[in-house]
């Protein structure tokens, strides 16, 4: 009998348990089963854990940024092999029925499931996908390379695309928190000709260091105004007392976006802030076509994915590791199947 490994969170605040599963699960109409080899740890994992998400009263293994290799296939998937590799991103689900996604905006499905929430994720040796929401990967990427690009990469790349559209001509764009979505959504603008500016926490020089090297103009702390007004503004951190200050920073008729799925309270600040035109806006979650769009671009750049590897066993060191702020990048667990299962 096979048995293999899942590291679970049975209530908020707690910490994940190794459990042992006694038999591979079976992938059902229009599923995969897929053999995790690597899975990134998302802030958003971290939301889950510490109880800013609600939980959803069933334990749950999280895990969005999913590499792995197609190992079954249910009745009526076409399209996959055997053998190849893919990717799972958080939305795991949508309902195709609701106003939202007949408008094109799945991402906003009154009745979404998603990975790593209420879909078992990626922090396991084996995971089950629907196929609709499994991606094919650049191949330039290894597999510890690819698994950012599946979220960080991803919403990076939507609220991107969002603040480009709002702002217009966009010259100089400022990331506010230098991790695992902007350093590499840093290096697609920087492609394009546009010039970055990070902001990170005060004594983070790691991260503004990292920021430098991957071809920003300005680094410094997140309290500190830029040098030139910025046409457009992303917050990956997750602080609301950011938002006026980016708002600041940002010329009339400018954009600040807001990335993340939890942030803490925002502050009040003055109508002066938003006024002459500045827009204010969240992205949420992702859709199909963010994802094909977002692939083929990482196909083309030759992306510097910074990454800190650990062990799935040492997930709750990579999550406690992420909420510290010690390391720059992405973290990524790699998952190496134990003795006692099999592929």
């Given at each position: 009998m096979t048995r293999w490994r899942a590291m679970e969170l049975a209530a908020a605040g707690q910490p994940l348990q190794q459990v042992w599963r006694e038999r591979l699960p079976r992938p059902g109409p229009g599923r995969i089963r897929i053999a995790v080899r690597c899975c990134g740890v998302c802030r958003t994992d971290l939301h889950i854990v510490d109880g800013?998400?609600?939980?959803?009263?069933?334990?749950?293994?999280?895990?969005?940024?999913?590499?792995?290799?197609?190992?079954?296939?249910?009745?009526g998937v076409a399209g996959f092999a055997v053998g190849e590799r893919v990717g799972v991103p958080w939305l795991g689900w949508t309902c195709g029925r609701c106003s939202a996604c007949r408008a094109g905006r799945e991402n906003?499905?009154?009745?979404?499931?998603?990975?790593?929430?209420?879909?078992?994720?990626?922090y396991a040796?084996?995971?089950?996908?629907?196929?609709?929401?499994?991606?094919?990967?650049?191949?330039?990427?290894?597999?510890?390379?690819?698994?950012?690009?599946?979220?960080?990469?991803?919403?990076?790349?939507?609220?991107?695309?969002?603040?480009?559209?709002?702002?217009?001509?966009v010259a100089r764009i400022g990331l506010y928190g230098f991790g695992a979505a902007a350093h590499l959504i840093a290096q697609v603008a920087r492609f394009r000709g546009q010039d970055v500016y990070a902001f990170t926490r005060a004594r983070d020089k790691a991260a503004q260091a990292l920021a430098r090297a991957l071809g920003a103009r300005w680094a410094g702390s997140s309290t500190q105004r830029p040098p030139r007004a910025l046409d457009a503004a992303i917050l990956f951190a997750p602080v609301g007392a950011l938002v006026p200050a980016a708002?600041?920073?940002?010329?009339?008729?400018?954009?600040?976006?807001?990335?993340?799925?939890?942030?803490?309270?925002?502050?009040?600040?003055?109508?002066?802030?938003?006024?002459?035109?500045?827009?204010?806006?969240?992205?949420?979650n992702l859709t199909r076509a963010d994802a094909d769009e977002f692939m083929r671009v990482a196909a083309e750049l030759p992306l510097v994915v910074h990454h800190v590897p650990y062990s799935?066993?040492?997930?709750?060191?990579?999550?406690?590791?992420?909420?510290?702020?010690?390391?720059?990048?992405?973290a990524v667990l790699r998952v190496s199947p134990t003795t006692a299962s099999t592929p």
């Open positions: 800013e998400l609600k939980h959803p009263g069933t334990p749950v293994v999280p895990g969005h940024e999913i590499v792995g290799r197609v190992s079954a296939l249910g009745r906003l499905c009154t009745r979404a499931r998603f990975t790593g929430w209420q879909i078992a994720g990626g040796e084996h995971c089950i996908a629907d196929a609709r929401y499994v991606f094919r990967l650049p191949s330039r990427y290894s597999d510890e390379e690819a698994a950012p690009l599946l979220c960080a990469g991803l919403i990076g790349w939507r609220a991107y695309a969002t603040a480009l559209a709002l702002a217009g001509d708002l600041a920073a940002v010329r009339p008729g400018g954009a600040v976006v807001c990335a993340g799925i939890h942030m803490s309270d925002i502050p009040a600040f003055a109508y002066e802030l938003l006024w002459r035109e500045r827009r204010l806006v969240s992205v949420a799935l066993a040492d997930a709750n060191r990579a999550l406690a590791d992420l909420r510290a702020g010690r390391f720059s990048g992405a």
